[in-house]
């Protein structure tokens, strides 16, 4: 019943490694979209628009609140769910200290993940693409310090970290797939937290969007 969570650097290739461990594992992937539609039964259709808004998740409005609170507890069923792959929006954080969850970071040097996003996004312009990393980083970060107090880039966070610089993404795999499979022998000799307070009504959502998505 493991649950893996990904936080990743912008350009790190971090969202490529997760499409192929869920391709391999099966298990379903929790990113942007899956999470937006799980909202969406609850009514939150201007998910996408607040979710790209800047500064956004580093408001305290009563939108932001609750909007905040529901991540949190969408996160909380997928640790209660298992098998499951969680990418970003603080996963590691709301997940933190359940011996069947698997924490992973990837990341890669600031230049070479600058190359990357001139490469994929089809930019001439080097400075524009560094402001652009830089960005995403700050944001990131500061949407983990908000939520959790804690540190998006320390390292003592996660179980394993990935430099996408030296490993590629066929070999990451491997090993989280590794790993998985050690903490699940390890996690059955172990009693784990309890995660009966996860929410019912947010648990069945969620199955109903694993439901839609295509196999």
């Given at each position: 019943?493991?649950?893996?969570?990904?936080?990743r650097?912008?350009?790190s290739?971090?969202?490529?490694?997760?499409?192929k461990?869920?391709?391999?594992?099966?298990?379903?992937?929790?990113?942007k979209k899956?999470v937006?539609?799980i909202?969406e039964?609850?009514?939150?259709?201007?998910?996408?628009?607040?979710?790209d808004?800047?500064?956004?998740?580093?408001?305290?409005?009563?939108?932001?609140?609750?909007?905040?609170?529901?991540?949190?507890?969408?996160f909380?069923?997928?640790?209660?769910h298992?098998?499951?792959?969680?990418?970003g929006?603080?996963?590691?954080?709301t997940?933190a200290?359940?011996?069947n969850?698997i924490?992973?970071?990837?990341?890669a040097?600031?230049?070479?993940?600058?190359?990357r996003?001139?490469?994929?996004e089809?930019?001439?312009?080097?400075?524009l693409?560094?402001?652009?990393?830089?960005?995403?980083?700050?944001?990131?970060?500061?949407?983990?310090?908000?939520i959790?107090?804690?540190?998006w880039d320390d390292?003592?966070?996660?179980?394993?970290?990935?430099?996408?610089?030296?490993?590629p993404?066929?070999?990451?795999v491997?090993?989280?797939?590794?790993?998985?499979?050690?903490?699940?022998?390890?996690?059955?000799?172990?009693?784990?937290?309890?995660l009966?307070?996860?929410?019912?009504?947010?648990?069945?959502a969620?199955?109903d969007?694993?439901?839609?998505?295509?196999i």
């Amino acid at each position: 019943m493991a649950v893996i969570t990904i936080s990743r650097q912008f350009g790190s290739n971090g969202d490529l490694i997760a499409r192929k461990l869920s391709k391999k594992t099966g298990y379903p992937l929790i990113d942007k979209k899956v999470v937006e539609q799980i909202y969406e039964q609850f009514g939150y259709t201007d998910f996408q628009d607040v979710y790209d808004r800047n500064n956004f998740w580093s408001r305290f409005d009563t939108h932001h609140t609750e909007m905040l609170s529901l991540l949190q507890r969408i996160f909380s069923a997928c640790g209660a769910h298992g098998n499951l792959l969680l990418l970003g929006r603080g996963g590691f954080v709301t997940l933190a200290g359940i011996p069947n969850v698997i924490h992973v970071r990837v990341q890669a040097p600031f230049q070479l993940r600058v190359n990357r996003v001139m490469q994929t996004e089809g930019l001439a312009n080097l400075t524009l693409a560094e402001k652009i990393v830089e960005e995403e980083d700050r944001a990131r970060r500061q949407f983990i310090e908000m939520i959790g107090n804690g540190k998006w880039d320390d390292t003592a966070n996660y179980d394993l970290v990935i430099d996408t610089q030296h490993i590629p993404a066929e070999m990451a795999v491997e090993w989280i797939e590794q790993l998985v499979q050690w903490n699940d022998r390890a996690a059955s000799k172990i009693e784990s937290p309890s995660l009966q307070n996860s929410d019912p009504v947010i648990l069945r959502a969620l199955e109903d969007v694993l439901k839609k998505q295509p196999i």
